[in-house]
């Protein structure tokens, strides 16, 4: 069994989720984002100082396309497999929509699902993950990657955070009656997913209003609507962009955050502590 609560009570600041694609097709990390190396780059990410890593194998950016099951799982299980024989320790989070991969991998020791579709795909994933004692990830989106960009999709009559928060607490509801616990649930706003720039603008300002920020994941590393405001065409370049926008999350008090660079934001956040602790004896 795996308390959610548990571990991100352990932690003085949000818990640190490093992303580890094998994909071969990730937005920001392109061709070297494939299976063959996501083991190197997930030990490198624990010894930055990840608490987590988060192991995807299908692509959901806006306008991609969907692989089958079979393709995504073995993309992402001898991932996880020789993970977890190289840092018994670490906890791992598997990115997917789909139920057989949340089955194999749950049964292989993954810890968490991070269900991007909001069970919205395969409803019964929250059942699945409930079984093995495991921690479920509810993000935000609308459509599928290859639509969601779409206009019908970026209308939210009621405000951005107003129409996220409705339908995260609808996904929740579904986890719940399915067996779910409400403590190893954990709710992400989906950046970048049926959003416009301006719109996660907004999401941003008011995070506090999707759901207590303790209970949030933020996904912003390298996202487009960052450099829209910079002007950086190149995701990988957007280091500067996700820092700030990170640390501001972080002082809203959000309970993990899932970066591509986790030594910058470590070494962030150690900063913001010390400085914390010499206000407090000023």
């Known amino acids: 069994m795996f308390s959610l609560a548990d571990f991100l009570s352990r932690r003085r600041q949000p818990a640190l989720m490093g992303i580890v694609n094998a994909t071969g097709d990730s937005f920001s990390e392109g061709v070297a984002s494939g299976p063959e190396s996501a083991l190197d780059r997930a030990i490198g990410l624990a010894d930055d100082g990840a608490d987590l890593l988060d192991i995807g194998g299908e692509s959901t950016r806006p306008g991609s396309r969907a692989v089958t099951e079979e393709e995504e799982l073995a993309r992402v299980l001898p991932v996880l497999k020789a993970v977890k024989r190289a840092r018994p320790g670490i906890v791992c989070s598997i990115d997917t929509r789909h139920a057989a991969v949340a089955a194999a991998v749950l049964e292989a020791g993954a810890e968490i699902i991070n269900d991007v579709s909001m069970l919205r795909t395969a409803p019964e994933i929250a059942a699945l993950t409930a079984r093995h004692g495991a921690a479920l990830i509810l993000s935000h989106s609308r459509g599928t990657p290859e639509t969601m960009q779409s206009p019908e999709y970026l209308r939210y009559p009621d405000g951005v955070a107003a129409g996220v928060k409705a339908e995260l607490a609808a996904a929740e509801r579904l986890a719940l009656a399915a067996g779910m616990k409400a403590e190893n649930l954990l709710l992400d706003p989906g950046f970048g997913f049926a959003k416009t720039p301006e719109q996660n603008w907004e999401l941003a300002a008011h995070l506090a209003a999707v759901a207590p920020p303790e209970r949030l994941l933020v996904g912003v590393s390298r996202k487009s609507f960052l450099g829209r405001l910079t002007g950086e065409t190149d995701p990988a ?25 986790v030594r910058s934001l470590v070494r962030a956040l150690m900063v913001r502590n010390q400085l914390r602790e010499a206000a407090k004896k000023a």
């Not at 926008?245 to 970066?259: D, N, P």
Request: hydrophobic share 45%.
């Open 237 to 261: 370049a957007r280091g500067s962009e996700t820092l700030a926008l990170e640390l501001f999350c972080a002082e809203a008090g959000v309970g993990m955050i899932r970066t591509h660079d």
